[in-house]
């Protein structure tokens, strides 16, 4: 009897570029790759696409993450294309996927019917290669044409609205035009951009970014920074079509190749290109001019002749220190970010809100080194102690009684696993291909494998509940979490920097709420525990372990089911 071989279980993958704008082009990919398989005998058993998504962002992409997750589940045999690029306009990343897709035993092939060899990729990569550069210059020379002819590419500036059925064109709003005028008279009257962006938010005006994204709809809070622009001196005080100027090509973003993170950088002037829009002025020309001078003068007096920050380098800095993240407002609870450098370049953090948009009173900032050390010192005598315990307890039953909110936490942290493991995927292959020694790749690749695994760990909690948990009314739970605590208290004082003590503190603490206190005084705050991660995980795991044990303090709940634990 003659053995019917199965078919090949196959994938559809579909995507159109944000610039195309044509949804109809997800259809014709489908039928077309449709048809292939059908060619070759193979079952497809699911499609994955990705809607107006840029060839080349990968995190962006969710049908990309989710085909990649089937690839290494081993779901499907084949993936098929319209054409390569459609998974990849980098060179690098279609090299990488081939081999990831080689790996896990996943053939892949194009409308042609022929499964991608070696040769192929090399050859799409070569394509992409000279591609991007000419699609860059094509896309660079349309923009240049249309501001020629005193039209606007792209998105439209505060004051201005787009005119219906004439690309590029820009009229006017009144009502924001009315702000606009506002705030360079407001400026040039010796007012702080900090103070301006504080009653333009406690008059509830809406922001620039609230009328033009859907999700941002009714936005209030302004941050003096869409005032003054930064480093770069793009904000709407800088803006020269306030005066009826265009100035275009100013500034160029390129891709660090290593970070994959996107930089300004200025342009030389021979490639500005400045074009005259009187109908587009907004702000008198006295008024501008009083308010550039103005603006020199305050960055001179501030920063020194040369008017540009010369900011020390701040060490720690972001999530190099065991605080980052964990930090509240005691009186808006609102985040607290780095805002300054203390004299020996440690980080100072300040609450957001007061700090950028002027919408809080507590203005004071904190030495985040000397908290460290404070909670470091008291640390075991308020978590070892009967009442944080009894209390640590009462936050699991809480817990227990409150899963309305697992759906949307699951797919969230399923969201940030399918990056990271896109990420740690890219630095591999970053260092596979480096020619020098890529400490600081090996380091973000630890980082990125350390939060993924203790994503899993908080998947496995919203799953069942059970699992290798201990829970507090377990009879060996007391045990436990006193000799993780130890182990805490002991890492805290040996190398608080370390990343797994970082991890370790962030899933013990689920915020530190800062008081306004008086200057000069000891600094006063209340940690909270992080119910969401205690449920008896390790907090240091053995060294086979590999750190499944620990829980993300990313994901704690500032609502009830935390408890303090200050005395």
């Given at each position: 009897?003659?053995?019917?071989s199965?078919?090949?279980r196959a994938?559809i993958?579909?995507?159109?570029s944000s610039?195309m704008?044509?949804?109809?082009?997800?259809?014709?990919?489908?039928?077309?790759?449709?048809?292939?398989?059908?060619?070759?005998?193979?079952d497809?058993?699911?499609?994955?696409v990705?809607?107006?998504?840029?060839?080349?962002?990968?995190?962006?992409?969710?049908?990309?993450?989710?085909?990649?997750?089937?690839?290494?589940s081993h779901?499907?045999?084949?993936?098929?294309?319209?054409?390569f690029?459609?998974?990849?306009?980098?060179?690098?990343?279609?090299?990488?996927?081939?081999?990831?897709?080689e790996f896990?035993?996943?053939?892949?092939?194009?409308?042609?019917?022929?499964?991608a060899?070696a040769?192929?990729i090399s050859?799409?990569?070569?394509y992409?290669?000279?591609?991007?550069?000419q699609?860059?210059?094509?896309?660079?020379?349309g923009?240049?044409?249309?501001v020629?002819n005193?039209?606007?590419p792209?998105?439209?500036?505060y004051g201005?609205?787009?005119?219906?059925?004439?690309?590029?064109?820009r009229?006017?709003?009144?009502n924001?035009?009315?702000i606009?005028l506002?705030?360079?008279?407001?400026?040039?009257a010796g007012?702080s951009?900090?103070n301006?962006?504080?009653?333009?938010?406690?008059?509830g005006v809406?922001?620039?970014?609230a009328?033009?994204h859907?999700?941002k709809?009714g936005?209030?809070?302004?941050?003096h920074?869409?005032?003054?622009?930064?480093?770069n001196?793009?904000?709407?005080?800088?803006?020269?079509?306030?005066?009826?100027?265009?100035?275009?090509?100013?500034?160029?973003?390129?891709?660090?190749?290593?970070t994959?993170?996107?930089?300004?950088?200025r342009?030389?002037?021979e490639?500005?290109?400045?074009?005259m829009?009187?109908e587009?002025?907004?702000v008198?020309q006295?008024l501008?001019?009083?308010?550039?001078k103005?603006r020199?003068?305050?960055?001179v007096?501030?920063?020194?002749?040369?008017?540009k920050?010369?900011?020390?380098?701040?060490?720690p800095r972001?999530n190099?220190?065991?605080?980052?993240?964990?930090?509240?407002?005691?009186?808006?609870n609102?985040?607290?970010?780095?805002?300054q450098s203390?004299?020996?370049?440690?980080?100072?953090?300040a609450?957001a809100?007061?700090?950028?948009?002027?919408?809080?009173?507590?203005?004071?900032s904190?030495?985040?080194?000397?908290?460290?050390?404070d909670?470091?010192?008291?640390?075991d005598v308020?978590?070892?102690?009967?009442?944080?315990?009894e209390?640590?307890?009462?936050?699991?039953?809480?817990?227990?009684?409150?899963?309305?909110k697992k759906?949307?936490?699951?797919?969230?942290?399923?969201?940030?696993?399918?990056?990271?493991?896109a990420?740690?995927e890219?630095l591999s292959?970053?260092?596979a291909?480096?020619?020098r020694?890529?400490?600081e790749l090996?380091?973000?690749?630890?980082?990125?494998?350390?939060?993924?695994?203790?994503?899993?760990?908080?998947?496995q909690?919203l799953g069942?509940?059970?699992?290798?948990?201990?829970?507090?009314?377990?009879?060996k739970?007391?045990?436990?979490?006193?000799?993780?605590?130890?182990?805490?208290?002991?890492?805290?004082?040996t190398?608080p920097?370390?990343?797994?003590?970082?991890?370790?503190?962030?899933?013990?603490?689920g915020?530190?709420?800062?008081?306004?206190?008086?200057?000069?005084?000891?600094?006063?705050?209340t940690?909270y525990?992080n119910?969401?991660?205690l449920f008896?995980?390790?907090l240091?795991?053995?060294?086979g372990?590999?750190?499944?044990?620990?829980?993300?303090s990313?994901?704690?709940?500032?609502?009830?089911?935390?408890?303090s634990?200050?005395?």
């Amino acid at each position: 009897m003659t053995m019917v071989s199965p078919k090949k279980r196959a994938v559809i993958y579909a995507r159109y570029s944000s610039d195309m704008q044509k949804a109809t082009s997800i259809d014709g990919q489908i039928l077309l790759c449709r048809k292939v398989a059908e060619r070759n005998n193979l079952d497809v058993i699911g499609e994955f696409v990705d809607a107006a998504k840029s060839g080349l962002t990968e995190d962006a992409r969710d049908g990309y993450q989710r085909l990649l997750d089937g690839v290494r589940s081993h779901d499907f045999d084949v993936i098929i294309v319209e054409h390569f690029d459609r998974l990849s306009r980098d060179p690098a990343t279609i090299q990488r996927l081939k081999q990831i897709f080689e790996f896990n035993r996943v053939e892949l092939m194009d409308q042609k019917g022929i499964y991608a060899t070696a040769t192929d990729i090399s050859i799409a990569s070569l394509y992409n290669t000279i591609y991007k550069p000419q699609l860059a210059e094509k896309v660079r020379r349309g923009h240049d044409n249309a501001v020629v002819n005193g039209k606007i590419p792209g998105s439209y500036a505060y004051g201005y609205r787009p005119t219906p059925g004439a690309p590029g064109e820009r009229s006017i709003d009144e009502n924001e035009a009315k702000i606009v005028l506002r705030i360079f008279e407001e400026y040039a009257a010796g007012r702080s951009t900090r103070n301006i962006a504080a009653d333009l938010t406690r008059e509830g005006v809406p922001t620039p970014g609230a009328t033009r994204h859907k999700n941002k709809v009714g936005r209030t809070i302004w941050n003096h920074q869409c005032i003054t622009g930064g480093r770069n001196g793009r904000g709407i005080l800088g803006n020269e079509l306030y005066v009826g100027v265009i100035h275009w090509n100013v500034r160029s973003t390129i891709l660090n190749p290593e970070t994959q993170k996107k930089q300004k950088r200025r342009n030389p002037e021979e490639h500005h290109l400045i074009v005259m829009k009187p109908e587009l002025r907004i702000v008198p020309q006295k008024l501008w001019d009083m308010t550039q001078k103005l603006r020199s003068e305050r960055a001179v007096r501030m920063f020194g002749p040369s008017g540009k920050p010369r900011r020390r380098e701040v060490v720690p800095r972001n999530n190099e220190h065991p605080l980052a993240g964990t930090l509240r407002c005691g009186v808006c609870n609102g985040h607290m970010r780095i805002a300054q450098s203390s004299r020996d370049g440690g980080p100072r953090a300040a609450c957001a809100n007061a700090h950028q948009r002027g919408t809080c009173e507590h203005t004071r900032s904190f030495d985040m080194d000397v908290i460290l050390k404070d909670v470091c010192r008291n640390i075991d005598v308020k978590l070892l102690s009967p009442k944080a315990i009894e209390e640590a307890m009462s936050a699991w039953q809480e817990e227990r009684k409150n899963d309305r909110k697992k759906g949307s936490e699951r797919e969230t942290l399923e969201r940030r696993r399918r990056k990271l493991t896109a990420e740690i995927e890219r630095l591999s292959y970053a260092i596979a291909n480096s020619r020098r020694k890529p400490d600081e790749l090996l380091k973000l690749i630890d980082e990125c494998d350390l939060e993924r695994e203790n994503i899993d760990a908080r998947l496995q909690l919203l799953g069942d509940g059970s699992g290798n948990v201990i829970p507090f009314d377990h009879p060996k739970f007391g045990e436990l979490y006193c000799s993780e605590v130890k182990k805490l208290v002991t890492a805290l004082k040996t190398n608080p920097k370390a990343t797994e003590t970082r991890v370790a503190f962030r899933t013990l603490i689920g915020c530190i709420v800062v008081h306004p206190g008086r200057k000069r005084m000891p600094y006063e705050y209340t940690p909270y525990l992080n119910s969401a991660a205690l449920f008896g995980k390790q907090l240091f795991p053995e060294k086979g372990g590999k750190g499944k044990e620990i829980g993300k303090s990313a994901y704690y709940n500032n609502g009830g089911s935390e408890k303090s634990v200050s005395s």
